[in-house]
């Protein structure tokens, strides 16, 4: 079938168009697009037009993978002025997600009649950019300034219901859409059959814009795209269509060739790109997960539970004790609760979530379960112990799963006589809400039970990254580097307002003492209890010690390395302590420069990356990425640590570390010889 054809209806033409997966609007959709109008629109037999695409979706948007190509004629801006010049009505039926230019292709028709299941939205902030294709300037002329400014800076989609609401759709299809849309193509009034909508105006007290800009300012920080979206709607406002078109114009073309946009479009492709394993694809079986089974009831625990009931999949929660279960279970039904009193559930799906959850103190219950999660205590030999208690009781083929962050997974599946349905399943906290999952294999792990872990993260709607196994994985391996770089930074002389300071403006959401006062500092403490000294830099983590020795155990006792009162200010203990800790250590003390200290951090985690691939724990630079963006909030708008390190330039980074290892010694800093080979090659 051609990517786009017409047949006409009678009176109708209908254009279809198919160009799997997604309908994305690659050039071949906007040369035949623009052929098939031109000729239904001369049509005398035509009175009418509609839109219509093959397959999951309407136009998914323009096509990702053209970005940064030469452009090629016809442009989307040139095939939406072809449109805007259609004497004809012209209407779009709408299924799937119809997106960015997709959805620009909708807004240029007179009319939208969408599927019940529609969902439309301009995610163009996603990819760092802004609406190329009119969005900025069609849509507030349609639904308002401060509709639009959501919809476009927020990114996110509206559904078909959402959409009659705001007067984006003129009809809602529930049975036959093209059928509907032919009908209604058919019933439009003569004399207001074409309704363009970069004939409507639209106005807005100027102020409005920077309200707005403040408005977004936290969720925002750092980004471009958002505030050019707040300047392009503004000029919908003030001037006429064509200037806004053209200043729309202009702005796209500034973000497409920005680092942002590179960066964040990196992200979007490395997300996808992270589910391709070589010798697992479509044809690697999968095991059906119906019922889960979660052991330990803690934060962690809780947060695996929901994200399977959050599916409506069956979960057995296994606690120490009925009164452990039951506490499980409020904690459970609080973080359900706040998302009814957020809006973000109904009342009838916490109910239906809270049946699908059930206690049990019993291993036996566990035995019907398709997936086991352990989420118990971070010690090998609690672990080890569940494990041979599963081992008895799993039924054959279960996929028995531990949460650990940095144990040996290996280690934790001798315990059983499966190793091969042993996996690592590592959900980063709360286990809920972050969308990462780190699927790690062992020697043992067989191919179906790691498909079926990918399967299931796309289930949960999370993103999956593979792993090998070595001390804390790809996500706290990189992360122990930065934290080790934070710990010397402060006993060398930066404080540790500075450090968190020069991080947060990098663009991580908060500093690593922030961080670690938000998760725990004694749970680092215990962790870094067990290894050899050989493992870790003992400097580093010195001053954590002393500050859970002191009771400063971070926002759960009041105070760690800030004071949580009324305000978080900096425990004044700890300038003391880094002070003795520097003495103890021989380390001189001096003033440091936030240009180092931003340079120590990132570069421990790119040639910590570099390492993990050398040994084969991570399988591309794009994975790290992912890890790094989705696990600890990397700017999404530097692209990862990696993508990051290449924009850098990998010799720049080379020389770097280079002369990290000459000031701060070999152990750490000597070269991964994977970015030396790189960087000789760049
Ligand atoms: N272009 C090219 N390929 C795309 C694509 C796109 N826009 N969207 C998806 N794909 C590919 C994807 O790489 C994967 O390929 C397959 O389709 C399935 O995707 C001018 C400039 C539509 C919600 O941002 O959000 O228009 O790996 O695994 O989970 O103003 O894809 O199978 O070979 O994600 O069902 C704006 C991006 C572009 C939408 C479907 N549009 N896509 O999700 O499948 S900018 C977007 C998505 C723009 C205009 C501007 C999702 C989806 P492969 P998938 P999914």
Redesign the pocket.
């Known amino acids: 079938m051609p990517i786009v054809s017409a047949d006409i209806r009678d009176d109708i033409a209908v254009i279809t168009i198919d160009n799997p997966?997604?309908n994305?609007?690659?050039l071949a959709v906007r040369s035949g697009l623009s052929r098939e109008l031109a000729l239904v629109n001369s049509d005398d037999r035509v009175e009418a037009i509609v839109i219509v695409c093959a397959g999951?979706?309407f136009c998914?948007?323009?096509?990702?993978?053209?970005?940064g190509k030469p452009p090629m004629d016809p442009s989307?801006?040139d095939l939406m002025t072809e449109m805007d010049a259609i004497e004809k009505p012209l209407v779009a039926a709408m299924h799937?997600?119809a997106?960015?230019?997709?959805?620009?292709v909708a807004l240029c028709c007179h009319y939208r009649v969408m599927d019940t299941g529609t969902?439309v939205g301009?995610?163009?902030v996603?990819?760092g950019?802004?609406?190329?294709?009119?969005?900025t300037q069609r849509l507030p002329r349609l639904i308002g300034v401060n509709a639009a400014l959501d919809m476009i800076t927020g990114g996110k989609?509206i559904d078909a219901r959402k959409a009659v609401e705001l007067g984006v759709a003129d009809m809602l299809s529930a049975d036959d859409l093209l059928e509907d849309a032919i009908m209604f193509a058919r019933s439009l009034p003569p004399q207001d059959s074409v309704r363009r909508v970069s004939d409507l105006t639209v106005h807005a007290d100027s102020e409005i814009f920077d309200i707005y800009k403040q408005k977004i300012a936290k969720r925002a920080r750092g980004f471009l795209a958002p505030f050019t979206v707040i300047e392009a709607v503004k000029i919908a406002t003030e001037m006429p269509f064509e200037e806004g078109i053209d200043f729309e114009r202009e702005k796209?073309k500034e973000l497409?060739a920005s680092p942002q946009s590179k960066a964040q479009r990196h992200l979007?492709?490395a997300?996808?790109?992270a589910?391709?394993i070589p010798g697992i694809d479509r044809s690697t079986p999968t095991r059906a997960i119906n019922s889960v089974a979660v052991i330990g009831g803690g934060i962690m625990g809780c947060g695996i539970a929901i994200n399977f009931l959050n599916v409506g999949v069956p979960v057995t929660l296994l606690e120490v004790s009925s009164e452990a279960a039951d506490a499980a279970r409020e904690k459970i039904s609080k973080i359900y609760r706040s998302s009814v009193s957020k809006g973000r559930m109904t009342e009838e799906e916490l109910l239906t979530n809270l049946a699908n959850l059930s206690l049990s103190t019993e291993y036996e219950e566990l035995s019907g379960a398709d997936l086991i999660i352990e989420a118990v205590f971070e010690d090998m030999d609690v672990k080890k112990d569940v494990f041979a208690k599963l081992n008895a009781v799993a039924k054959p083929g279960a996929i028995l799963a531990t949460n650990t962050s940095f144990l040996d997974i290996n280690d934790i599946a001798s315990a059983t006589s499966r190793p091969e349905d042993v996996i690592g399943l590592h959900f980063f906290s709360p286990a809920h809400i972050m969308p990462l999952l780190e699927v790690v294999r062992t020697g043992d792990t067989s191919d179906d039970v790691i498909a079926s872990a990918f399967a299931l993260a796309?289930n949960i709607r999370k993103t999956p990254v593979l792993s090998g196994v070595c001390y804390g994985f790809i996500a706290n391996r990189m992360s122990s580097c930065y934290g080790r770089e934070v710990g010397l930074l402060q006993l060398e002389g930066a404080g540790v307002e500075q450090i968190d300071q020069v991080m947060y403006d990098f663009g991580m959401p908060m500093g690593m003492f922030t961080m670690l006062d938000m998760a725990g500092i004694d749970i680092g403490v215990m962790a870094r209890a067990k290894l050899s000294k050989d493992d870790y830099d003992e400097r580093a983590f010195a001053v954590h010690g002393a500050l859970v020795e002191r009771g400063h155990k971070g926002q759960k006792s009041g105070s760690g390395f800030y004071i949580y009162d009324d305000d978080k200010t900096l425990n004044s203990e700890v300038e003391t302590i880094a002070e003795e800790m520097a003495e103890k250590f021989g380390i001189e003390r001096r003033t440091v420069s936030d240009q180092e200290i931003e340079e120590r951090c990132v570069l421990a985690l790119v040639n910590e990356g570099y390492k993990i691939l050398e040994e084969g724990i991570a399988l591309k630079e794009s994975d790290i990425d992912v890890v790094f963006a989705l696990g600890f909030g990397f700017p999404r708008y530097k692209g990862g640590p990696m993508h990051y390190a290449r924009h850098l330039g990998l010799k720049n980074c080379l020389k770097n570390i280079e002369k990290y290892a000459n000031t701060q010694g070999e152990r750490w800093w000597t070269p991964s010889a994977l970015l030396v080979k790189l960087a000789a090659e760049e």
């Open positions: 997966p997604v994305a609007l690659s999951r979706t998914a948007g323009a096509d990702i993978s053209e970005f989307l801006p799937g997600t997106l960015g230019g997709g959805f620009e969902k301009l995610p163009e996603n990819l950019l802004i609406p190329g294709a009119g969005g989609p796209f497409v979007f492709f997300e996808r790109a589910a391709k796309k």
